[in-house]
Nanobody, 114 residues
Framework: VQLQAFGGGLVQAGGFLRLSCAAS????????MGWYHQTPGKQRELVAF???????NYADSVKGRFTISRDNAKNTAYLQMNSLRPEDTAVYYC?????????WGHGTQVTVSS
């Protein structure tokens, strides 16, 4: 499976972005999908994930601001990021779990200016 991430960019604090993660095969066969972010010198941190059944989970820092969803018909998962803060600045990576193997997309930069 190949994953392509889209939607990063530069936005002012309080603004919004929507990240997309497009899979090269039907995501109906994929388990959980999600997003991590990473800043220089730090490990990747889980932002949100959604199970194959549609159950969403979020890091405390993004609860109430970010929404993860998936559209199996379009083989795409989304991360809607609202009320962005400068501390959300990071490279965001999407992933997909297939039968115990985790696949990663390339990162997309999100920069939030104050």
């Amino acid at each position: 499976v190949q994953l392509q991430a889209f939607g990063g960019g530069l936005v002012q604090a309080g603004g919004f972005l929507r990240l997309s993660c497009a899979a090269s095969q039907s995501i109906g066969s994929i388990g959980a999908m999600g997003w991590y972010h990473q800043t220089p010198g730090k490990q990747r941190e889980l932002v949100a994930f959604i199970t194959s059944g549609g159950s969403a989970n979020y890091a405390d820092s993004v609860k109430g601001r970010f929404t993860i969803s998936r559209d199996n018909a379009k083989n795409t998962a989304y991360l809607q990021m609202n009320s962005l803060r400068p501390e959300d600045t990071a490279v965001y990576y999407c992933y997909a779990d297939i039968r115990g193997v985790r696949f990663w997309g390339h990162g997309t930069q999100v920069t939030v200016s104050s």
